[in-house]
């Protein structure tokens, strides 16, 4: 059976801008707020992006591609980054969507390669992603590194 969910790439502006915004503002994971704020800031400029997950209208989950991340030592780009899926989502292959949203839309920027940090280990593996390196970030943890040729 096809997931109903898919994936689209958000402009300032659009039509589910503000309620991506609304509900990454009000997502239960520091990250969230984090993202609405950089969108009402206009943070995201030239080829970054920022992608929702939607099921019909509703946003179920999100990410972006970034030039910089959270990092004092930024030795990598772009970021496949601010992943989050609905937890009633989670299981469903949204995970995999975004990823594949920000990969396909990276490749046709020019990019040959995505890196993606993450806590997580075992997950990611799944959509070609292999661990690099580790880093730490600004609140002094210490995230694993990932990295995807595309």
């Known amino acids: 059976m096809e997931n109903p969910i898919r994936v689209e790439r958000q402009k300032p502006g659009g039509p589910l801008w503000p309620g991506l915004l609304a509900?990454?503002?009000?997502?239960?994971?520091?990250?969230?707020?984090?993202?609405?704020?950089?969108?009402?800031?206009g943070a995201f400029s030239g080829w970054e992006a920022v992608f929702a997950a939607l099921d019909g209208t509703r946003v179920v989950g999100f990410c972006t591609l970034m030039e910089k991340d959270y990092y004092p030592e930024n030795r990598y780009s772009p970021w496949?980054?601010?992943?989050?899926?609905?937890?009633?989502?989670?299981?469903?292959?949204?995970?995999?969507?975004?990823?594949?949203?920000?990969?396909?839309?990276?490749?046709?920027?020019?990019?040959?390669?995505?890196?993606?940090?993450?806590?997580?280990?075992?997950?990611?593996?799944?959509?070609?992603?292999?661990?690099?390196?580790?880093l730490e970030n600004y609140g002094g943890d210490v995230d694993n590194i990932f990295a995807r040729d595309i």
């Not at 899926?85 to 989670?90: I, T």
């Not at 949204?94 to 594949?100: A, K, Y």
């Open 80 to 134: 496949v980054s601010i992943m989050f899926v609905d937890p009633a989502c989670r299981g469903r292959g949204v995970c995999g969507l975004l990823v594949e949203g920000a990969v396909e839309y990276a490749r046709s920027q020019g990019f040959r390669r995505v890196y993606l940090p993450t806590e997580i280990v075992g997950l990611y593996e799944r959509y070609g992603f292999q661990k690099i390196d580790e």
């Open 23 to 41: 509900y990454a503002a009000a997502c239960p994971w520091e990250a969230g707020p984090h993202l609405a704020q950089l969108m009402e800031q």
